[in-house]
């Protein structure tokens, strides 16, 4: 007989770290480069995932894995098509949150921000950094609209393909990238028995105030 799930029984205590005031940098985007590189340094798998969180015009909001791909003094660059989901909610509200879970090491970062598209040769250096397949692919792929089936895809890659064959594939103008200013980002390190460390930075004119939240 199959044992009943029981979801409320599943629990981590956290006790890996702690994060106090006086072991933090100044400067938010310094300390998120800190805790990035020693989650790469652990080998986490997925590292530069995050949940983009965007909100639509009547306010309803929707989540997503994207893949950080940049880290700027100012902000968190990603790439994407301008004219998904996504790319309209932000065109329409571009307040967004970004969200960070590396449980390896038993730490999240929130980050609410205003996302502005990066400078168009920006997105065209970094679109030809990427692999053939997914240059084809950003062409190929009206993201987020509804498509007969599979095969609509692939046809339209092997036109692409066969198009930009021996030739250097142009940037779509739809696709591009974002970079996330913060406003806000929140450094979680958990601890044990749910008395988590919290420390939220908040800019105040050009510099960040730093404040810890119970948990």
Known sequence: MQKELSIESIRTDYRLAELHEDQVAKDPIQQFKHWFTQALQAQVTEVNAMTLATVDHEGNPAARIVLLKDIEDDGFVFYTNYLSHKGKEIAHHPVVSLVFFWPDLQRQVRVNGIADKVKDQV?????????????????ASPQS??????????????????????????????????????????????RANRLHDRLLYTKTGSTWKIERLAP
């Not at 997105?123 to 062409?139: D, L, V």
């Not at 509804?146 to 046809?155: F, G, K, M, P, S």
Request: charged share 20%; glycine share 8%; aromatic share 12%.
């Open 123 to 139: 997105s065209e250096k970094y679109f030809h950094s990427r692999p053939i397949g997914s240059q084809q692919g950003a062409w």
């Open 145 to 190: 609209a509804v498509i007969a089936n599979r095969t609509v895809l692939e046809e339209e890659l092997s036109t692409i393909a066969e198009r930009y064959k021996d030739q250097v594939i142009p940037k779509p103008p739809h696709w591009g990238g974002y970079i996330v200013r913060p406003t806000v980002l929140e450094f979680w390190q958990g």
